[in-house]
């Protein structure tokens, strides 16, 4: 089947017009064409239609290829044009070719046009291909710079030795330089430079996978041009081209204000806690120094009433009835000293963190309900008091819920000494629990047990993680710098 092709012929000779036309037919082409042979003429042709080649005589009484080159370039068109003439010299047909023209056949040998034509339909369409490519590029550059240089965030983009290569309002305003001054300044120039080198390092080392990488996030503090301090979160993406590594695009957001409010909740928590430890403290030392006293000493009056009656041959009815009161304020005064202990353990101040968790294991153990025990990692040591009490309470907490609501048979807790850090673990053997993804998911479940504990964990700057699966038991895992 014939391939349709639109041919301007430029050509004086209506006879030479259909020789050209009839070898395109030869050729497997079904040409739809117009003949012109002056300048008016084609511009109308060329202001109608659309042509998918021109093919020019080279001299014409009243136009010429030269002058139809030149047209055709004023109205910016890239039309294939060959120029099918008589022998016109080799300078000529350099100078022609020079001046736009794609290639020419001479009139005797037309066996060579239908391969020209094929060639130059095909690089016209590599050509547009590259024009559309490159104009989608342009488009797609501008619209990212325009997004960049708006962007609310600081932004910047530097190469890959660091050279800072873009950079928008929102840094400037950030770090207080110019835009001109940071284009000219290199991200070592910066403060919190180390970060800036670490991530370069990062990037470099991984970049033979880049299509996998994502954006890393560090935190750090900046120096302002003005020497004023602030804390921002940076995020770092790789660009590239081609596969290639090209640039790395900062993203730096000012949490200065969030971290300060943080540290303000961390303030005041710590002191809402201290508060409740000295209360606590205060009610263990009433519970133990009046309580618990008075109820030994209404033991004793108990115990005494039960001796006289003896002698004095009260009723056995009597006796025993007081011998029942006297076995239910011991009960309760066991109860008074064990919930004095709970609220504020004198062995925490005394020995410490871990005689402490070993002291609850004890008690839990006693109470008969499960085993339980300690094991400690690493080389022992003391703690700051308020990362002992936190730790401690989180460990009670745990084991509250381990004896509630595990249905555990065996909890162990463990306490690891690293260096710089400490790891508390609280394990069981239960039925365990699907762990709620959100602070509101534990509220609205009624966990506010486990809630607390990642409360007070962030009280010393602590991170608190559970793992559970139903019929596996569950880990709660407290880590601390300290």
Not at 62 to 91: M, N, Q, R, W
Not at 129 to 148: G, P
Request: hydrophobic share 40%.
């Amino acid at each position: 089947m014939s391939q349709p092709l639109r041919v301007l012929v430029i050509e004086d000779s209506e006879d030479d017009a259909l020789l050209l036309v009839r070898e395109l037919q030869h050729g497997g082409y079904a040409p739809s064409f117009q003949r012109v042979d002056t300048p008016e003429a084609m511009t109308m042709a060329l202001d109608s239609q659309t042509w998918d080649i021109i093919i020019a005589d080279y001299v014409m009484p009243h136009f010429s290829a030269p002058a139809a080159l030149k047209l055709l370039k004023e109205k910016g068109l890239d039309t294939p044009f060959i120029i099918v003439s008589g022998a016109i010299g080799e300078e000529t047909a350099v100078s022609a070719m020079k001046a736009g023209a794609h290639d020419y056949v001479v009139k005797g040998k037309l066996a060579r046009l239908v391969p020209a034509i094929e060639r130059e339909l095909r690089e016209a369409h590599e050509r547009q291909q590259h024009q559309r490519a490159q104009k989608a590029l342009l488009e797609s550059e501008t619209r990212y710079r325009s997004l960049f240089e708006n962007a609310s965030d600081a932004l910047l983009v530097h190469d890959m030795e660091g050279n800072i290569i873009m950079a928008n309002r929102a840094i400037a305003k950030l770090t207080g330089y110019t835009i001109d001054e940071l284009l000219n300044m290199n991200t070592s120039q910066l403060p919190g430079a180390s970060k800036f080198k670490d991530t370069m390092e990062e990037w470099k080392i991984q970049a033979g996978n880049a299509s996998g990488l994502i954006s890393q996030v560090r935190e750090l503090r900046i120096t302002r041009k003005d020497g004023a301090e602030r804390t921002v979160e940076l995020v770092t993406s790789l660009l590239t081209h081609e596969g290639q590594p090209t640039a790395i695009q900062a993203m730096l957001r000012d949490i200065t204000e969030e971290r300060r409010t943080q540290e303000d909740m961390r303030t005041y928590g710590k002191l809402v806690t201290e508060a409740q430890e000295e209360e606590r403290k205060r009610i263990a030392r009433d519970l133990h120094d009046e309580t618990a006293q008075e109820l030994s000493r209404l033991g004793l009056d108990i115990d005494f009433l039960i001796s006289a009656g003896t002698k004095k041959g009260l009723p056995a009815e009597i006796v025993n009835q007081l011998e029942r009161l006297r076995d239910e304020t011991d009960h309760i005064l066991r109860g008074v000293r064990r919930f004095g202990h709970d609220l504020r353990p004198p062995i925490l101040e005394d020995f410490g963190l871990l005689m402490a968790l070993q002291w609850l294991t004890d008690d839990l153990a006693s109470q008969g309900v499960l085993s339980s025990s300690v094991e400690v990692l690493g080389t022992p040591r003391r703690l700051s008091p308020h990362t002992e009490l936190v730790l401690f309470r989180i460990a009670q907490e745990a084991l509250n819920n381990v004896r509630k609501h595990s249905q555990a048979t065996r909890t162990v807790v463990s306490l690891e000494f690293g260096s710089g850090r400490v790891v508390l673990r609280v394990a069981d053997n239960g039925h365990g629990f699907e762990v709620p993804q959100t602070a509101g998911d534990f509220a609205r479940l009624g966990k506010l047990g486990i809630l607390g504990m990642h409360e007070r964990a962030s009280l010393i700057s602590g991170s608190c993680s559970i793992q559970s699966e139903k019929g596996k038991g569950t880990t709660v895992t407290v880590e601390v710098a300290e």
